[in-house]
Nanobody, 121 residues
Framework: QVQLVESGGGLVQAGGSLRLSCAAS????????MGWFRQAPGQEREFVAT????????DYADSVKGRFTISRDMDKNMMYLQMDGLKPEDTAVYYC??????????????WGQGTQVTVSS
């Protein structure tokens, strides 16, 4: 059974940093594209960032470009989201996800339970 578990969320002041981690287990994720989505209260879940299985290609939402960095360690089946220059509007539950059939368009079919990130002004 595939399992994705996020960690690293918390409360931080505006301008601060957090690093989210996602531990993947259940099978080899080396060929999966992986990514992060987030959902703020009262809003729809939105795309944040993705990374291909090789780590050679990344994509970011315009709202986080230049501030967030996605990375992965295939040997450890781990994925990370380094978040710098955090803003109150980044407050949301952040979800780790994976696409086992990625062919250029990211449609995750595995999801974690989420970790809360709260940025105070």
């Amino acid at each position: 059974q595939v399992q994705l578990v996020e960690s690293g969320g918390g409360l931080v002041q505006a301008g601060g940093s957090l690093r989210l981690s996602c531990a993947a287990s259940g099978r080899s994720f080396s060929r999966y594209a992986m990514g992060w989505f987030r959902q703020a209260p009262g809003q729809e879940r939105e795309f944040v960032a993705t990374i291909t299985w090789s780590g050679g290609s990344t994509d970011y939402a315009d709202s986080v470009k230049g501030r967030f960095t996605i990375s992965r360690d295939m040997d450890k089946n781990m994925m990370y989201l380094q978040m710098d220059g955090l803003k109150p509007e980044d407050t949301a539950v952040y979800y780790c996800n994976a696409d086992s059939h990625y062919e250029g368009i990211y449609h995750p079919n595995y999801w974690g339970q989420g970790t809360q990130v709260t940025v105070s002004s």
